[in-house]
């Protein structure tokens, strides 16, 4: 895809006055963010790696990976047939973030779903029972991605001895000290609403669980979970998980009456919340309203989670809530949108986050039939955040001049390799002064160029890319140069979160 649609006379002008306005010096804000926070008409785009100004440390297992309760054995297979394609569709992302993704098992299931071995008849609001098989199904693959794993409990029971003894079951099931977290209800502030929709074949249902249910009823029910559950050197008990921001002005107040028990805080993000919403344009997934601003409008939970010492994980991420939309949700702007999240996100201090993933999900980052398991457009956003910010390196500032929309991040690890993800809106050519460095560049991209290469090398000081519109590309400069068109990811290390 080239420049919008126009005359010859039209486009030509276009042209011309990019080459004015990088000639003249115009340059977009320096950022730790990378910048691009303007739209440029031109397509040649100038970038600057600023290993000077520095950002955060990219943390253990940041990136992870968000399952509903009721997919998890749809996901893996049952206990005689598991779906080992699974795990090696998602190794990559292990390989490149040099350590573990994080799993957890949560979301609208999770308030639907309450630990029944023997099969005891459901209460009203219940719409899955877990036992043995459920849990060993979790354990088989969190014994193949090595992370911690966190998972939801069901709050709106109130039956915080339910919750304990399921959590203890899976302690003792899951791989030793795998269990690094449970989450105490999912988005508490939706109790009184109830929402069924239907995607790819899959009906989806979230009940009505309480019609009269506010913040006092949350800040009573989970103290007794809080209570239930706390144990010196168990897992961390995660508390918030809010829809929206209605209840966040309440949450200093309720940390306070809890004391020392909630070990962190959830957070949910979605580029678009509204489920009703209209669908926008692809331009719009991969704007800076959609990626940025929502990460921006996190401030005030992050400022409270500082505050009180906690930890807040985005534990459920992706493009749109209610399982995606078609077209959208599925589609390489989709990747572009991930990634630049996934990156805001790291930027504003949060501990991590979670992709947000069901049978039947228009946003799967994979699709499952039979015993394939297909990576798809999200997967790739994933991909190119964890090639471009290890566990570990740094984020560090970018400058973009032109590219008609190019935005660019970037950090530096230990060894003092520099990585720069470049993310095209539409197409573009990408010079990066190379300044000293005379080695080549080991190059990722998305979509994958059929014999493309796979590394640039500088020539006249610089190295050249030329990306598509609506593509990713990961630039790797070693401290030392190595072979040509050698970019082998981080050394992988077991996370100790």
């Known amino acids: 895809m080239g420049l919008p649609d126009s005359t010859a006379r039209s486009a030509l002008g276009m042209v011309l006055i990019a080459a004015i306005a990088v000639a003249a010096g115009v340059v977009v804000a320096r950022h730790v963010d990378g910048g691009g926070s303007q739209r ?17 440390v990219v943390p253990p297992s940041f990136l992870g990976l968000s399952i509903e309760w009721d997919s998890v ?26 350590t573990p993704l994080a799993l957890r098992i949560g979301g609208d299931t999770g308030d639907q779903a309450w630990w029944n071995p023997s099969g005891r008849p459901r209460p009203p609001t219940v719409l899955q029972d877990v036992g043995p098989g459920v849990l060993d199904a979790i354990a088989w693959l969190a014994r193949r991605l090595g992370g911690p794993v966190t998972l939801g409990l069901n709050l709106a029971l109130n039956d915080p001895a339910n919750a304990d003894a399921m959590a203890s079951e899976a302690r003792r099931r899951l791989p030793p000290g795998a269990l690094a977290a449970l989450e105490i209800g999912n988005e508490p502030d939706l109790y009184r609403r109830g929402h069924t929709f239907r995607r790819g074949g899959h009906l989806h249902r979230r009940l009505t669980k309480d019609a009269h249910y506010d913040v006092a009823t949350y800040a009573w029910q989970a103290d007794g979970y809080l209570r239930t559950l706390a144990r010196p050197a168990g897992p961390r008990l995660v508390v918030g998980g809010f829809a929206g921001p209605g209840w966040w002005p309440s949450l200093p107040r309720l940390l306070r009456g809890w004391g020392r028990r909630p070990g962190a805080l959830a957070a949910h993000l979605y580029a678009l919340p509204q489920c009703s919403a ?23 939970l992050l400022a409270i989670a500082h505050r009180y010492g906690l930890p807040l994980r985005v ?29 805001a996100i790291l930027r504003a201090g949060a501990a991590g986050a979670s992709v947000h993933t069901w049978r039947g999900a228009q946003y799967a980052p994979f699709a ?16 190119a955040f964890a090639r471009a910010a290890p566990s570990g ?19 530096i690890d230990r060894s003092g390799a520099r990585r720069l993800a470049l993310l095209a809106r539409n197409r573009a050519r990408v010079t990066i002064p190379s300044g000293r460095r005379t080695g080549c560049a080991g190059v990722w991209r998305f979509p994958a160029r ?12 610089r190295y050249l890319l030329d990306l598509p519109a609506r593509s990713l590309a990961v630039v790797t400069f070693r401290a030392r140069a190595r072979a040509p068109c050698s970019s082998p990811g981080p050394t992988r290390r077991r996370s100790s979160s």
């Open 40 to 56: 440029h008409t031109g397509a040649t785009a100038v970038v600057r790696i600023r290993t000077a100004a520095r950002g955060p």
């Open 73 to 98: 054995v749809p996901y893996t297979g049952p206990r005689r047939d598991r779906r080992g394609a699974l795990p090696r569709v998602l190794a990559p992302l292990d390989r490149a973030q040099g």
């Open 278 to 300: 209209p669908t926008p344009s692809q331009d719009w997934l991969m704007s800076s309203a959609a990626s940025r601003d929502r990460v921006a409008g996190l401030r005030p």
């Open 315 to 343: 534990d459920e991420l992706n493009s749109a809530a209610c399982g995606g939309r078609p077209h959208f949700s599925d589609s390489r702007a989709a990747a572009v949108w991930l990634t630049d999240t996934l990156f």
């Open 368 to 383: 499952v039939t039979g015993s394939r398991v297909v990576a798809r457009p999200p997967l790739a956003g994933m991909l």
């Open 393 to 411: 390196s740094r984020l560090v500032a970018v400058d973009v001049r032109g590219g008609d929309g190019l935005r660019a991040w970037a950090t």
């Open 450 to 461: 059929r014999g493309g290469p796979r590394c640039t090398c500088p020539q006249n000081r």
